[in-house]
């Protein structure tokens, strides 16, 4: 949409310095993970509604299509429950499909498959079946997408035993964690979020992995630990960059993966610091920020020097208006409002 293009747009486009390394948008190491997947494993097909149409998934499947064959990459009907079944399967008998989503709302269609099925068919049959599937979707706000179109359903999904979910926040996390996705046995779920889609930054070339559940400080510090995962810690980090003149200094986690959660990072950084911020894109009620905030409190509390806060959106359905969206959604000010409170200045 256009309205979406240009949000996209308006957002930093480098983590990385420029130069530094052969530099990648977020997009084309999607692109690139893909293509080097297929070509090395002929069982990886890509499916979903548009991913050989010209928008190509924001152009993350951009040129797929021609390049494999209609066979491996190909359009789907309204039917996301029946087709996460049919991947199942195909999952089940040697195959690794690929299945796109441009939002995340769409698989709330296919809870069903995703939830009493895929995720516990290796335990059901003890050991026998494995579901090497991916499932990709596009996050994130835009203008006016309304309760709809815009959710991060991540936390949803959190306390389903047997999926994996991946949230990479920069290209070379996008790529290696795309590539250990499609190589891992179990149904992992990727959701990214559109306004990173812009990045640029180093991306080495050919294949290599992100390790699946485990963290990696962006920054280093010493008054607080910043926990989160895609946009929402680079917002944060925004924040955090704009008191640094105040001399205040955190350690911004990016715990890269949601499910398995990576406790060691997070309570290392927080025995040091003492204190946490805890961000998510999706809501802040019962999902990341709630298990994040609870994995703390059960294993360090007497170290906290202030309570745990947490940014989410609110228990409230995206609004659609503009001005509404202001209010509704954690800005940069949030962040720095949250990070003051804590340090008590």
Known sequence: MPWAEAFIKSQPSHTTAPGAARELSYTEALNEALTLAMALDPHVFLLGQGVDDPSSMFGVTKGLAEQFGSPRVFDTPLSEE?????????AMHGLRPVYCHNRPDFLLLAFNQIVNHASKIHYMDNGLSRVPMVIWSAIGRGWGSG??????IQGLLMSVPGLKIVMPSTPYDAKGLMLAAIADNNPVLIFEHRWLMKQQGAVPEG?????????????????LSIIGTSHALALAQQALASLKEQGISADAVDLRTLKPLDHEIILESVKKTGRALIVDTGWAMGGACAEIGCVIAENCPQ????PIKRIGLPDLPTPAGHTLE???????ETMVAAILELVDK
């Not at 170290?303 to 202030?306: F, G, H, N, R």
């Not at 202001?326 to 940069?332: A, G, I, K, T, V």
């Open 207 to 223: 294949i290599y992995k992100v390790p699946i559940g485990k963290g990696v400080y962006r920054e280093r510090g010493t008054d």
């Open 303 to 306: 170290i906290l020097k202030a």
């Open 326 to 332: 202001q209010l509704y959604y954690p800005s940069e």
């Open 147 to 152: 309760a709809q179109h815009s959710q991060a």
């Open 82 to 90: 029946g087709l996460t079944g049919i991947c199942t399967g195909a």
